[in-house]
């Protein structure tokens, strides 16, 4: 094992450690990109050249110490390399994500007074030049991608080659200013500004510096070891925590050759060529993989669908003894890890919210070793994790090192309590907003404001956000989230929202998988026009109450969903219904949908809906349907006799 | 000026149907030109005169000064002449990829004997090269996800996006399109819109478009050519062709002697109107 430690205390900034890289390791492969359908290779040299142009360039443009950097594009090695030359300059990087509207754009970088955006293509400049008043310390936007940029004329705008063409004049001119810069940065400064997932108001940005989050790393490379013959596949966004901590943490650190893919639809074709020894998905991407199989065999022939059916069974039996199935390995497994990519996978994970027990059955009968993580942004992400062995679906696992100290505060009678954390890494604060800090911060703790317990294995559960836990007016709680997630276990559920907070009952909005309900209805023979049309069909509707009923029978009585409707759009990350990581956004349905919500505890059978939808072009569609409402109550009167 | 193309008196008969009559315009080099019309009136007619799937009865074709007007189809795309189909004339059993590839095939100097000698003849460094600008091509329309797709079984809107890049992949100066946003959803043609346009402006290509959707085609055309019963009723810029009153009558289904008595000169139409 390689010691991360040492080479964290040899390099403490990022710039530093790529410097150090590219002295030791210069020609050996860092990057891969695809490109025009090849991988193209970048070395630690490359890479070291690449960063120190931006680096200069963003010197001569007069930017230095102090100053905020902001960062939007698909996840590319320019979005790694502007990272990296921020540090080197002493400013400090600012994620965006890619999909952010415009309001968080404008919030977030008039928030920061970012003076320089690198910005990847067209897509991201148009978003940039529609804030234009709204950030007036925006001086430079430089994008890397020159498609469509024709038609701009505007002084602020430069190209990426332009920006290191710059630098690459200074270094000529000043040969060791470069070196200088990086021995100038600390490990203890602020270098990221990391936004905090916000589920709630205007996402935080928490402020962390680049030697504990490369000590973290070391922490976590030290619990789950990688090393340069590792390959990783970086696709989840870039101003996320998890990925700051992958892609550029544990890629400098350990060296593990991360790899950007072409484009975000290409995900599963290029995620297969280079079959990554270690992936993080979120628990929808694990659960739409599991679908997406199961899907695909409903469409096979009846040979391959009882082959499935049948090494399914011998794998799943087989785990419950704990072992592995030659056999369904033989039959199915290898073929089917082959077909995902999953073929050289040494670790996976999963974290951000609970993943179903039978999808984590599914992938570890497959052989790809699941396991589940935890942590915050402001703790530098997970901190938690399965030691290999004694994996448990319910659980997130245990602290990775001893000085990560993990206490349960106010406990009730069965343990529960708020997830109280300290470790020596953690971060520095919020940026700009010491309140905030405060109140997350005491004494040194940070309080996570999720619920949780140790189990009789001492190993950490997390039920819930503390805030999300839900009351009825009969004064049972519950958790919505748990319940949803095992709803969306269904294939044919997509996304929905439990409801019963102070009301004397719980109902469920559900949206449909419109892929596979689609698949499902052209199957039986069932015409429908759009996805508002197929969601208002009976067959449909008799199909979710399967669905619904099978769950409800695993949840104790009081928890069952009595009420359900399938909703006439999908819930949508653009209309503020979900967060960029797809978390429902409580308050905002209820609002938004406080209507339907009235109509369905009101015992109404039909809503009529006449509303507009608005698409991210700007462009509406008015839709005018009713929803049915399902009462699955045994004191209701019977639906089929209504109807 | 002289023109990139231009059409002079042209006129199509198939037997006593008369698809187009003494239709004469120019479309200029880097333009982006556009024919709409009813249905039958005459558009495609014009695309396959141009591309030579037609001869005309009357008149005469000039490419780039040279009179095209009897030349075989197969000539056409060496001269720099491209097109895509309104019916899709794609090969369904190739990938995206081959299929694009064959757009290519006047371009490649090795043939099946000289190819059988992979590495002597220079048909790798070829072929390299042509994948090269395939891929090119690919990253421009963003077809990069269905790349080794087999064509047959992908949705419409991406089907007629392949028939584009096989058109580009000719290199052509001049490309024919042709309806290229029929059957499309809003947000498709909004997406075919852009690639036209940057077709246009960032590959140098000269476009001349038939189209349907009147919106698309006054938002993205330099100039609009309108066809009537095979015959052009107005010529202009977007915005003078729609204030145009024949266009007007043409398109709202209101009486006029065009469409009363299509044997009229449009002489005489003009002095009836």
Known sequence: MMDYAGRAAAADTFPKLLRLNAREHGGDIALREKDLGLWRLFSWNDYQTRVRDFA?????????????????????????????????????????????????????????????????????????????????????????????????????????????GLGRDRAGREPGLYDQLVDATRGEDVAI?????????????????????????????????????????????????????????????????????????????????????????????WESIAADVRAGVMDSSPLKQSLYQLGMKAGLAAL??????????????????????????????????????????????????????????????????????????????????????????????????????????????????????????????????????????????????????????????????????KLKFSPYIAETVVLGAGRDALAAMICIRFSIISKWAEKHRIAFTTYTDLASRPEVYALLRREVETVNATLPPAQRISRFLLLYKELDADDGELTRTRKVRRSVINEKYAGIIDAIYGGQREIPIDTVIRFQDGTTQRIRTRLAVVDLSPDAPLAEAAE | MAHTLELRGVSLRFGGVRALTEVSFGVNEGELFSIIGPNGA??????????????????????????????????????????????????????????????????????????????????????????????????????????????????????????????????????????????????????????????????????????HDMGVVMDISHRVMVLDFGRKIAEGDPASVLADPHVKRAYLGEEDEVLVDPDNTPATTESAA
């Open chain 2, 42 to 211: 005459g558009k495609t007619s014009i695309v396959n005169c141009i591309s030579g799937r037609y001869r005309p009865t009357d008149g005469q074709l000039f490419y780039r000064g040279r009179d095209i007007t009897a030349l075989n189809p197969n000539a056409r795309p060496s001269l720099g002449i491209g097109r895509t189909f309104q019916n899709l004339a794609l090969f369904h059993h190739m990938t995206v990829l081959d299929n694009i590839m064959v757009g290519r095939h006047h371009l490649l100097k090795n043939n099946f004997i000289t190819g059988s000698l992979y590495w002597l003849t220079g048909a790798r460094r070829e072929e390299l090269e042509h994948r090269r600008k395939v891929e090119e091509i690919i990253d421009f329309l963003d077809l990069q996800p269905v790349r080794k797709a087999t064509a047959g079984t992908l949705p419409y809107g991406l089907r007629k996006r392949v028939e584009l890049a096989r058109a580009m992949a000719l290199e052509p100066q001049l490309i024919l399109l042709d309806e290229p946003m029929a059957g499309m959803n809003f947000e498709e043609k909004e997406d075919m819109a852009r690639y036209i346009v940057d077709l246009n402006e960032e590959f140098g290509m000269t476009v001349m478009m038939i189209e």
């Open chain 1, 56 to 164: 200069l360039g963003m010197v001569e443009l007069g930017l230095g110490h102090g100053d905020v950097i902001g960062i939007i594009g698909d996840n590319r090695p320019d979005w790694v390399s502007a990272e990296i030359a921020t540090h080197a300059i002493g400013a400090m990087s600012l994620g965006l994500y890619r999909d952010v509207l415009d309001e968080e754009a404008a919030y977030l970088l008039s928030y920061g007074a970012a003076k320089l955006v690198f910005a990847e293509d067209e897509e991201q400049v148009d978003k940039l030049l529609a804030l234009a008043a709204r950030v007036p310390n925006l001086k430079h936007i430089v994008y890397s991608d020159p498609r469509g940029m024709r038609k701009y004329d505007d002084p602020r705008l430069m190209r990426a080659d332009g920006l290191a």
């Open chain 1, 320 to 485: 419950a003894r704990g072992r592995h199935s030659a056999t369904a390995d033989l039959l199915l497994f290898r073929a089917l890890r082959d077909r995902l990519g999953f073929t050289r996978l040494r670790s996976a994970a999963t974290g951000g919210a609970a993943l179903g027990p039978d999808t984590f059955k599914f992938f570890q009968a497959m052989g790809v070793p699941l396991r589940t993580l935890y942590g915050q942004t402001e703790l530098l992400g997970a901190y938690t994790l399965h030691p290999f062995g004694k994996v448990d679906p319910d659980t997130t696992g245990v602290a990775m090192a001893d000085n990560i100290e993990i206490r349960i505060d106010n406990p009730d009678i069965h343990g529960v309590g708020e997830i109280v954390v300290r470790h020596p890494n953690m971060f520095l604060g919020y940026y700009k907003s010491p309140e905030a800090s405060a109140a997350d911060m005491k004494d040194g703790w940070m309080h996570s404001g999720d619920a949780g317990y140790f189990n009789d294995d001492n190993q950490l559960v997390v039920i819930d956000r503390i805030k999300d836990l839900a009351e009825t007016a009969r004064g049972e709680r519950f958790s919505p989230q748990y319940i949803e997630n």
């Open chain 1, 193 to 285: 500004l990391c936004t905090t997932s916000g589920t709630t108001a205007h996402p935080k940005l928490a402020m962390l510096a680049a030697g504990r989050v490369l000590r973290h790393c070391a922490t976590y490379l030290a619990f789950d070891p990688k090393g340069p013959d590792d390959e990783y596949v970086s696709v989840l966004p870039l101003p996320w925590i998890m990925e700051q901590v992958y892609a550029l943490g544990k890629g400098l650190l350990c060296r593990m050759k991360v790899n950007f893919v072409e484009q975000p639809d290409t995900l599963m074709n290029d995620f297969r060529e280079i079959a990554p020894t270690f992936v993080l998905f979120a628990p929808r991407v």
